[in-house]
């Protein structure tokens, strides 16, 4: 009986990702944006090779000052001084090296997130999500993750952790946000999942790995070559930041066009329109979350006149649903008040359901609520409940990375 089952299912996804891969509007195998990001993989290479090249040069430079008859002359004074130089120059290149080779490697330089944080949900515990996860990764052609875990922020996203050795390590982990299961349905909650681990099926994890890494290792040189008196005779200190300001603003077009395209294999799985209804009920909840959390007193207790568990319920009780109209009149304001910019690591909400409503709509929808599906929802939201209240949820930090 178990392996008909299982025979069921296995066949069930096979054909939920064959219909994706025949639909005309879904993107290719690999597009442009994929060889662009292997372009700035090329100039990361690249961009280390200079560094290296650089090191041989002072260390040749370094043996030639070295070999020559010391005197107290002014040639051998001069040649004392620029061997000094030259030595201080190769320890800085040296060093530098060594840490972008830790941070390529190694999670050293990866930045600590909050979205990366949670508490991990057992597969036993929560059949039901894992299955609903499972479903999501056949409909968008993506491995099924390693970890779920559930965070306090109201936001979800997707993230793959990378360790070089003798072995290398690979961790896909889907992180999901307790206000997003608080007030969303089953299907919308899918629609966010299949964008999540499109990105996951398309590669952009395994590339932003390694892009974010040497990102985050440049950014960090500024601080520390501030500290120094004579930072603006390093050469080295200048090249890392032009090279961290030249990749963040190379970066911009991969990451919204990743965006694009994740929100196109979602709404070619589950439909256009309920897909651009699900991303604009999400910008209302990122905002309405952090309403919910204000109204909480510095003592993290509610208002008087009410007396809600937790920040998640308060949230829940505020909420108000979707009507048709409110969702014409926040999507026109949207689309009055959004300026895009290059810098934007994510399209305008416009442009996305834009991109959405190419794809026809489906008829099927699970109306659950989300929060059916963690059996133990009142006890993550205690235990949530003072990192809700502790963090900063700006409106531009709950997009995730």
Not at 125 to 136: F, G, I, Q, W
Request: contains cysteine.
């Amino acid at each position: 009986m178990a392996r008909a089952t299982s025979c069921r299912w296995i066949d069930r996804c096979l054909r939920l990702r064959e219909v994706s891969r025949r639909n005309p509007r879904s993107p290719g195998a690999i597009g442009w944006i994929d060889l662009y990001g292997l372009c700035l993989l090329g100039g990361i290479v690249a961009h280390v090779t200079v560094a290296v090249a650089a090191f041989y040069e002072l260390l040749f430079l370094a043996i030639d000052l070295a070999m020559f008859d010391w005197d107290l002359g002014v040639v051998g004074i001069t040649r004392g001084v620029g061997l000094i130089v030259v030595g201080v120059f190769l320890i800085r290149t040296g060093r530098y090296l060594w840490d972008v080779t830790r941070g390529l490697v190694t999670p050293r330089h990866e930045p600590d997130s909050a979205f990366l944080r949670g508490i991990g949900l057992d597969r036993f515990v929560h059949r039901e999500l894992h299955e609903a996860v499972a479903e999501a990764s056949c409909r968008v052609g993506a491995p099924k993750p390693d970890e779920i875990r559930i965070n306090h922020r109201p936001a979800c996203c997707a993230a793959e952790f990378r360790e070089f050795g003798v072995r290398t390590q690979r961790r896909l982990v889907v992180v999901l946000g307790l206000p997003i299961l608080t007030v969303f349905n089953v299907g919308e909650l899918k629609v966010i999942l299949g964008h999540e681990l499109a990105h996951i099926g398309r590669g952009d994890t395994r590339l932003e790995v390694f892009m974010v890494r040497v990102l985050e290792m440049l950014r960090r040189q500024a601080p520390e070559a501030r500290q120094r008196w004579w930072r603006w005779l390093d050469p080295l200190a200048w090249y890392a930041w032009g090279s961290a300001a030249v990749l963040a603003f190379l970066l911009g077009p991969m990451w919204r066009h990743q965006e694009l395209r994740a929100d196109s294999l979602s709404a070619a799985a589950y439909g256009g329109e309920l897909a651009a209804r699900t991303l604009l009920k999400d910008w209302l909840a990122v905002h309405e979350f952090a309403q919910a959390v204000l109204s909480f007193d510095g003592d993290g207790r509610p208002d008087a006149g009410s007396s809600p568990q937790s920040v998640f319920h308060r949230f829940a009780e505020r909420w108000q649903e979707f009507s048709r109209v409110g969702q014409e009149y926040l999507e026109r304001r949207l689309r009055e008040e959004e300026r895009p910019s290059f810098w934007d690591s994510h399209p305008t909400v416009h442009a996305r359901t834009a991109a959405m409503r190419r794809f026809p709509p489906r008829t099927e929808e699970d109306q659950r609520p989300a929060r059916e599906l963690l059996p133990d929802f009142d006890d993550l939201a205690a235990k949530l409940h003072e990192a809700a209240l502790g963090d900063d949820l700006g409106a531009e930090d709950a997009d995730c990375p």
